[in-house]
């Protein structure tokens, strides 16, 4: 499985999260605490909101903690909007157009899990995607086909629906196909101005998911964080905590849906719509 976090509040320069703290986006690259496995070395990738609607990308198939040019900018990108994502493949090709997050206009989208039996349903899944957005696949991945299935079902329009219906999609296709392994789902997606952050499972035990502080970042009244100082508020969404201050993060339950604006974080119950019940 992978690692990600994603951050949203007032500027700040990545290597504040991705190499500073104890433990590091890049430490659990190599030392994942909560995962399925402990090293997540099949690529990464960064993503980030500037002057620009459209983010930046910078996605490579080497180590994270062996490439000194992701070092290099996370010195330098300064950004109050970012998603970061280190991979372990589930069995698809180490390839960067494979590696999160994935891009299509303002949005972009990372993700922890995968379809279970996705051999035997992907076919299904890509007749269900929008000829439009299936022209924009650049990879192989289940979580490529779970970000152009929320763009088909409406993703600009409606996030919450289109995700519901989405994971209702997959659900349907599974369980017709007879696959035995579950489907797990923790994911992250943006418009630049909110981060939804979802954790799902078919079997009760999707990866983990916390939001909060951090190192750094000083807890505030309202559910939310700030530097202290009166600033603008300030919040990470992450697959495992940077710290071991368990004052600073929240666990999120299974099938919950988060929705971070300006620091604050609601957190909603998450149902699968399914195809004969969709509006």
């Excluded at 430490?27 to 500037?50: C, E, I, M, P």
């Excluded at 991979?87 to 891009?103: D, K, V």
């Excluded at 078919?202 to 951090?214: A, K, Q, R």
């Excluded at 990470?236 to 604050?264: F, I, K, M």
Aim: with cysteine; proline share 4%; hydrophobic share 35%.
């Amino acid at each position: 499985m992978c690692r990600w976090l994603a951050y949203s509040g007032r500027p700040l320069y990545l290597e504040d999260f991705l190499f500073k703290p104890e433990n590091s986006l890049i430490n659990q690259s190599l030392h994942a605490r909560k995962g399925h496995v402990a090293t997540n070395g099949d690529g990464f990738g960064v993503g980030w909101y500037g002057d620009r609607s459209e983010p930046g990308l910078f996605r490579d198939i080497r180590p994270a903690w062996n490439d000194e040019n992701l070092r290099s900018i996370a010195e330098q990108i300064r950004t109050g909007h970012f998603f970061a994502h280190v991979r372990a493949s589930t069995g698809t090709s180490i390839s960067r157009a494979n590696c999160h997050p994935f891009q299509h206009g303002r949005w972009m989208f990372m993700h922890n899990g995968q379809i279970g039996g996705f051999d035997r349903v992907a076919r299904d899944l890509d007749f269900a995607i929008d000829p439009e957005y299936y022209r924009a696949r650049r990879g192989t991945t289940d979580s490529e086909t779970i970000f152009l299935l929320m763009l088909t079902y409406g993703l600009e329009r409606d996030p919450e629906h289109a995700l519901a219906r989405t994971l209702g999609k997959i659900v349907e296709t599974t369980q017709k196909a007879g696959t035995a392994d579950p489907f797990r789902f923790t994911a992250a997606f943006t418009d630049g101005r909110r981060i939804y952050a979802a954790r799902f499972s078919s079997d009760g035990h999707s990866p983990t998911l916390f939001y909060g502080c951090g190192t750094g970042i000083r807890a505030a009244d309202g559910g939310g964080c700030s530097d202290g100082t009166g600033g603008e508020d300030s919040l990470l969404v992450l697959s495992e905590p940077l710290d071991t201050d368990h004052q600073h993060w929240t666990a999120v339950g299974e099938s919950s849906l988060l929705v971070v604006e300006n620091g604050r974080v609601d957190v909603r119950a998450l149902k699968p719509v399914m195809s004969r019940v969709a509006a």
